[in-house]
């Protein structure tokens, strides 16, 4: 697929990031080299997941509004126009 040919994994996945209690066994199961960071809470995640976005990425994000997922989005979406403001 598109995106999985600039990948460096086989399924066009290259790292995941996970928060909430929920995940944690989810993450665990993951290969070491696709674990990003696992954390209790979204926002624990959000220093570490936009310090490994570079240009080109394709992220998902797959949450509830419950799991406080929205502040992840707006954080990447600041971070996609700093880097556009920057070229």
């Known amino acids: 697929n598109q995106f999985g040919s600039a ?3 086989p399924n066009g996945v290259d790292l995941v990031f996970a ?22 809470a979204s926002g624990d995640i959000e220093r570490a ?3 490994e976005i570079r240009g080109g990425d394709a992220v998902m994000v797959k ?3 419950g799991s406080r997922m ?11 126009a700093d880097a556009a403001d920057e070229v």
Do not use: Y
């Open 70 to 80: 929205g502040p992840i989005v707006a954080a990447l979406r600041k971070h996609a």
């Open 63 to 65: 949450g509830s509004n």
């Open 49 to 51: 997941l936009i310090g």
């Open 19 to 40: 928060a909430g209690p929920m995940m944690k066994a989810l993450f665990e199961k993951l290969p070491a080299d696709k674990q990003g960071l696992w954390a209790p």
């Open 7 to 9: 990948s460096n994994s």
